[in-house]
């Protein structure tokens, strides 16, 4: 009886729903976790929230951190690492900059550091000791990091779970209707296919958009918790312009899944960080969702006519 009972829970299609985003909220919090082991940092993705880094890390930027022995540092006002550390003047903030000189000083580091966006030869917090390093940045996701600091009003944060709330009963339509049991078996499998259809166009609809902007797509909006508090999002190649206007020129290289800008400045080429592509990452969801679907479409199909 229960063995029966559990069977027809799971065939239940909201259940299945409930149990796909449960599963999606501990793949998260699991990928959290294990990052800090992998990286070997307690802070492995860190919200960039000012502006001091532009254009290389823009503000709302993901950055993933790792771990770094401060005498593997490379320092070098073009090439050097970008590292995490702690404000020497109040260690509970972090600070993210470019270093550009690092000297041994008994059994520590002192490394002098400069944000991308500013002048001279170093900042306010050079030189610091190296016992305040948190670690480098390997990568940046652009959009991501926007969440995080668009949670500093309590306000938003109701806002964005509403919002979420509207796109989970949206998705759970399809389920919806098609366990309507009074419908007739002919109007039935008609309402059937016409919101698979519906919700079949309206994801690809969706994919395209964004793929789109991932490429030549900007916007702007508030950012609380950010410095300035105007905060742009960019496709790759609105990306490419960005960095212009901070250098005679930019060199965009891409790999798998990335991207990265370099900067010709006044008297050598700075280099940018990998940078997460959205637009190979959509494209790829895009083939694999049409795959996915003309495949079901054609077994379907080859079952009616067995049928």
Known sequence: MATETLKKLWKNEYFQTAVTIALIFAIVFSFYFG???????EYPALAVASGSMLPTLN???LIIVQKVDPA????????GDVLVFRDPRNPSELIVHRAVKIEKKDNHFLITT????MYGEKDQFSPWNSSLLIGKVVARVPYIGNLPLFFHSERNMYVFILIILIILAVLMLPFSFSSEEKLGEEKKLFWKIDLQLVYFLVINILIVGFLIFSLWGAFTFWQPGASPPQATIFGMFKDLEFHENFSSEAYLSQGFITYRIDCQVSDGTRVGVPTFSWFQFSLLVF???NSWKIFSFVKAWKLGKQT
């Open 72 to 79: 593997q540092i490379n320092a070098d006002k073009f090439t």
């Open 35 to 41: 990052s800090q082991i992998i990286l070997g940092t």
């Open 114 to 117: 400069l944000g991308d966006n």
């Open 59 to 61: 503000i709302g930027d």
């Open 287 to 289: 083939t694999a969702y």
